[in-house]
C-alpha cells in the first residue's frame, strides 16, 4: 500500500539510473510488486542522474503510472555522491533504502532487510560471495583499504536501509561523486552507537551495458575520497 493524503510512508525505495534505459521500467515493476505484498506504506523516488539514453522518459512514464511514485531528474550525470544526497534529501519515509537501476540487486533484498528496521537504526546487506573474479578481487580490495583507512566497520557491501532519524540526527558534509557520503553515514552512526546489523544479500549478473562503478577507476576515485573523510571526521569527531 502506498503512501497517501500527503502521510509520511514508512519506507522510501530510490531507485537511481544513469543510462539504464534496457532495464529501469522491468526492475520499477518488479519492485512495485514486492512493496505492494509488504504490508506497510511505501514510495518509490527514481532519481535520473542525467541520462541520455532515454532513461529519463522511462521513469517519467513509470511516475505517471502510481502517485506513490515521484521522479527527480540531475541536469547532469553528477555520480552515486550527487544521488545519495538527493535520496536523503527528497524521500519522506521513516526507513530510506537505496537500489541501482541495473537489477543487480533483487526487489527480495527489502523483504531480507526491512523486518530488521524494527530493532536497528541500520541494517546493512553483504554480499557473502562473488562469482566474477575481477569483481571479487576488486572487491576484496576495497575491504581491505576501507579498514585501513577508517578502522573496523560493520561489514556492508550494496543495499542498506536507514532510518529518517539517523539521517536527521548524523550530519553529514561528504561532497563529491563518489559513495564517500554512505561511508560517512557508517562511520558516524556506528560512533555514536546506532544499532546496526549486516545481513546477506545476492547479486544477479548484469543482463545490459557494463557496471558503472565496479572498476578500478572508481575505487580510485573512492579511496581518494576516503582519504579525505579520515581527515575530516578526525578534525570533527
Same mark, same amino acid.
Given at each position: 500500500?502506498?503512501?497517501e493524503?500527503?502521510?509520511?510512508?514508512a519506507?522510501?525505495?530510490c531507485? %537511481?539510473?544513469?543510462?539504464?534505459?534496457?532495464?529501469?521500467?522491468? %526492475?520499477? +515493476?518488479?519492485?512495485?510488486?514486492? =512493496?505492494?505484498?509488504?504490508?506497510?506504506?511505501?514510495?518509490?523516488?527514481?532519481?535520473?542522474?542525467?541520462?541520455?539514453d /532515454?532513461?529519463?522518459?522511462?521513469? +517519467?512514464?513509470?511516475?505517471?503510472? +502510481?502517485?506513490?511514485?515521484?521522479?527527480?531528474?540531475?541536469?547532469?550525470?553528477?555520480? =552515486?555522491?550527487?544521488?545519495?544526497?538527493? /535520496?536523503?534529501?527528497?524521500?519522506? /519515509? +521513516?526507513?530510506?533504502?537505496?537500489?541501482?537501476?541495473?537489477?543487480?540487486?533483487?526487489?527480495?533484498?527489502?523483504?531480507?532487510?526491512?523486518?530488521?528496521?524494527?530493532?536497528?537504526?541500520?541494517?546493512?546487506?553483504?554480499?557473502?560471495?562473488? #562469482?566474477?573474479?575481477?569483481?571479487?578481487?576488486?572487491?576484496?580490495?576495497?575491504?581491505?583499504?576501507?579498514r585501513?583507512?577508517? /578502522?573496523?566497520?560493520?561489514?556492508?557491501?550494496?543495499?542498506?536501509?536507514?532510518?529518517?532519524?539517523?539521517?536527521?540526527?548524523?550530519?553529514l558534509?561528504?561532497?563529491?561523486? #563518489?559513495?564517500a557520503?554512505?561511508?560517512?553515514?557508517?562511520?558516524?552512526?556506528?560512533?555514536?552507537?546506532?544499532?546496526?546489523?549486516?545481513?546477506?544479500?545476492?547479486?544477479?549478473?548484469?543482463?545490459?551495458?557494463?557496471?558503472?562503478? !565496479? !572498476?578500478?577507476?572508481?575505487?580510485?576515485? !573512492?579511496?581518494?575520497?576516503?582519504?579525505?573523510?579520515?581527515?575530516?571526521?578526525?578534525?570533527?569527531?
Amino acid at each position: 500500500m502506498s503512501g497517501e493524503n500527503g502521510a509520511r510512508p514508512a519506507l522510501s525505495v530510490c531507485i %537511481f539510473a544513469w543510462d539504464e534505459v534496457e532495464t529501469v521500467a522491468s %526492475f520499477v +515493476d518488479e519492485m512495485l510488486s514486492t =512493496l505492494r505484498a509488504l504490508g506497510v506504506t511505501w514510495e518509490i523516488l527514481l532519481i535520473d542522474d542525467g541520462s541520455t539514453d /532515454g532513461t529519463s522518459e522511462k521513469i +517519467d512514464a513509470k511516475a505517471a503510472e +502510481d502517485p506513490a511514485i515521484r521522479v527527480v531528474h540531475h541536469a547532469e550525470n553528477s555520480g =552515486l555522491g550527487a544521488v545519495y544526497r538527493t /535520496g536523503f534529501d527528497q524521500a519522506r /519515509g +521513516d526507513v530510506v533504502t537505496f537500489f541501482p537501476a541495473d537489477a543487480q540487486f533483487p526487489a527480495s533484498t527489502v523483504d531480507i532487510l526491512y523486518p530488521h528496521t524494527t530493532t536497528h537504526d541500520m541494517v546493512l546487506g553483504y554480499l557473502p560471495a562473488r #562469482g566474477d573474479f575481477v569483481g571479487k578481487t576488486l572487491s576484496a580490495i576495497e575491504r581491505i583499504l576501507y579498514r585501513a583507512l577508517l /578502522g573496523p566497520l560493520p561489514r556492508f557491501q550494496g543495499i542498506f536501509m536507514v532510518k529518517r532519524r539517523v539521517l536527521e540526527e548524523v550530519p553529514l558534509v561528504s561532497r563529491g561523486r #563518489g559513495w564517500a557520503i554512505v561511508m560517512e553515514l557508517l562511520i558516524r552512526a556506528s560512533r555514536a552507537g546506532y544499532r546496526m546489523k549486516s545481513l546477506p544479500t545476492t547479486l544477479r549478473p548484469r543482463t545490459h551495458g557494463q557496471s558503472k562503478v !565496479n !572498476n578500478l577507476r572508481t575505487i580510485q576515485a !573512492n579511496m581518494k575520497q576516503l582519504v579525505a573523510l579520515r581527515r575530516l571526521i578526525d578534525r570533527t569527531s
